[in-house]
């Protein structure tokens, strides 16, 4: 979708974070001299590889799209008109939902556009923006993203987000020019599985937290880590939140 837009004058920056099938080789098959192949000897990170991303790149604006996720026809050149008409702004273009054929399902809008309004959420509610499509000038992301957090292993659009949100106007666009897939089959990576009697560490959000639930004393318990791998066992009596009928093999979606 990207090869084929309706406005031509772009670099597409594939990193390849160190995968395991056939990504390289399909991508190898495009003679496209836009597409700009870089690989990672180790897998390091979203944020690592968009930071690769960042360093490759020559042009003056940036747009964010993840691998499964794809562009109308007419994106860039509608992403590129409001960008090149705006000052210090950062574009949220309208998405579109697909199931994992493509077939669209709904839009996903954003209630409030207001940036102040959409913090207050983002701090005491839940992140209500979407990355993919995300646009700015590189000059922007230099000033308020880089060097993104090699250790924000979850949700680090959202502190992307707060970053910008403190810093830049927002603009959304009412165009839904992102397909957005989505796989309902598929499990939200930030859950907990309980085993047994042992324990599983689940992801960090944007604020470094990491959620454990522990078959021997099922509650919700929460540490603020970084880099931090746990090992089996009891964990000290930081609790948040009472679950008091969890039994081992439950689910908790945070």
Known sequence: SVLNQSFEDFELIIVDDCSTDDNVAEINKFKDPRIKLIRHEFNRGINAAIN???ENASGKYLLLLAGDDSLESNALEIIVKELDNAD???LYPGIMRTDINGKKIEPLNIVSKDRFEILNTIFM??????S???SMRKDIFAKYLYPLDNSMCLHQDTQMHVKLLLN???KFLDTNLILYRFDDNVGNISTVHIEGNGLKRCGMNAFGTSAIVTA?????QLLLVKDLDFEEGILPDT????CDNLEPGAVVTL
Do not use: D, H, Q
């Open 52 to 54: 690769t991303a960042f």
């Open 168 to 170: 830049v106007e927002p």
């Open 125 to 130: 509610n839940r992140n209500c923006l979407f």
């Open 88 to 90: 210090y702004i950062v």
């Open 216 to 220: 021997e004393s099922p509650r919700i």
């Open 239 to 242: 609790t948040w939140n009472g």
């Open 132 to 134: 993919p499509g995300m």
